[in-house]
């Protein structure tokens, strides 16, 4: 994991810094939103993973930074995307909601320890997973490429939408809901 935040951080870094050859005042401003987002999620990750596992408060302290992270990427999937990258917006608030759900599950499985539930805890990883996958995407698109998946679809703009192209699904049921999934 901290391997992927680094590479996601130089992407975007190196990206956005060099402005993707454009230059304008809503590019600075999402340059500096994502670099203060990447920093914060770095910062919080390292946090985490530093968390000493015999530590009475460690549930409280992986809970107070999945939080704070959640506060993060609600606030990155909030940014005002530049026009240039506006196909990355969706992303974005995709990767805000799996957070955001991850978030929950890990509440619910860890806030009363006498109700634990495994199947909470590998729901909400899987929703936690899917929140990076989407970042990653995002530096990816940032990079200029295009993020490559089986479970992406890529239609052009220049083709004709006569819905044939349309993807029924850009997701497979068992990732629309982890939860159903883990019963």
Do not use: W
């Amino acid at each position: 994991m901290k391997k992927f935040v680094m590479i996601l951080t130089l992407a975007l870094f190196s990206c956005i810094a060099g402005g993707c050859g454009k230059t304008d005042d809503s590019l600075e401003q999402y340059k500096a939103d994502m670099e203060a987002f990447i920093d914060t999620v770095n910062t919080l990750t390292d946090s985490i993973e530093n968390i000493d596992t015999t530590s009475d408060t460690r549930m409280e302290e992986m809970l107070g930074y999945l939080d704070e992270m959640d506060a993060a990427f609600a606030a990155m999937g909030d940014l005002e995307v530049p026009e240039q990258f506006a196909n990355i917006e969706e992303l974005a608030d995709e990767a805000s909601t799996n957070l955001s759900k991850s978030v929950s599950l890990y509440h619910q499985a860890f806030d009363n320890v006498e109700d634990y539930d495994p199947q909470l805890v590998n729901a909400a990883l899987e929703y936690y997973k899917r929140a990076f996958k989407r970042l990653d995407y995002i530096g990816t698109i940032l990079q200029g490429e295009l993020p490559e998946d089986e479970t992406i679809t890529i239609i052009h703009e220049d083709e004709e939408d006569d819905g044939q192209n349309a993807p029924e699904s850009s997701e497979d049921d068992s990732e629309q809901n982890p939860a159903e999934d883990a019963e």
